[in-house]
């Protein structure tokens, strides 16, 4: 599966493609189950499945936190990896991938993990806090195994650097679209413009932002400039706060459907 090419065929009808976030096991797999349900259902393109990981260092409080309660009822890999697998099985035209920090790959066995990443239907990995200068097993068995393993940008990025870090990458570009940890609100700015361009001219690749993206208005900003908006921490405080039917309106109402 090259993602790639499937998000840019799915670009054809679409302004704008949206990927989602969750934690696996917060408040529990059942609630998983009935949100990616609800996010299937109303049209997201891609869903990063977080296996919790006990310092998680590009996470904001919201995540922090559903991470810490994933752990403390007892969360492992080998469920992530099972009901990762009944996902991808009962959602084939959602994109899945695994979210988490080089840690876990490391206590796995890094093959394996990417491996087992592969057989379960899964099209790609996001590992934050791995840089391609430490990465080059990672970075060549994803691409022998035909998994995307997605690089990113920061504003602080330069040029040369994002191009750098492109030439590793496939699948898309995670563009963080400021400063700091997840959650936070993002600032759509004449800054945040010129990032955005900057990452356009690094890479052919589809570009995805995270980081603050939290309603319509904002992903309606995004349109144009990049290829994907990624919602995360708004998911998961919208379940706390009105639980996983509240999901599905939530996704339909951010953009005009295709």
């Excluded at 995004?222 to 999901?247: N, Y």
């Amino acid at each position: 599966m090259d993602l790639e090419r499937e998000l840019k065929k799915r670009l054809e009808t679409k302004s704008i493609l949206l990927m989602t976030h969750l934690m696996l096991g917060y408040p529990s797999l059942a609630v998983n189950r009935e949100v990616i349900g609800q996010m299937a259902a109303n049209g997201v393109d891609c869903i990063e499945l977080q296996i919790p990981f006990s310092e998680p260092i590009a996470d904001g409080p919201v995540i922090l936190r559903a991470g810490q309660r994933s752990l403390e009822q007892g969360m492992s890999v080998e469920e992530c990896f099972r009901f990762g697998q009944e996902m991808a099985a009962a959602h084939p035209q959602v994109r899945f991938l695994f979210m988490t920090y080089y840690n876990i790959l490391f206590k796995y066995g890094e093959t394996a993990f990417l491996q087992r990443t592969r057989d379960i239907g899964f099209c790609g990995t996001i590992v934050p806090d791995l840089p391609p200068e430490e990465g080059a097993t990672y970075l060549a068995t994803s691409r022998e195994l035909g998994l995307a393993p997605v690089q990113f940008f920061a504003p602080t990025s330069s040029d040369e650097r994002m191009r750098e870090v492109a030439a590793q990458g496939a699948g898309f570009i995670y563009c963080v679209a400021r400063r700091g940890v997840t959650g936070k609100q993002t600032t759509f700015d004449a800054s945040l413009d010129d990032y955005l361009a900057r990452c356009r001219r690094a890479t052919d690749l589809p570009l995805a932002v995270g980081f603050g993206i939290s309603s319509r208005e904002d992903v309606a900003l995004l349109t144009g400039k990049a290829d994907m908006a990624v919602i995360g921490t708004a998911t998961i405080k919208l379940v706390d706060a009105q639980g996983p039917a509240a999901v599905g309106p939530f996704i339909a109402g951010l953009r005009d459907r295709a």
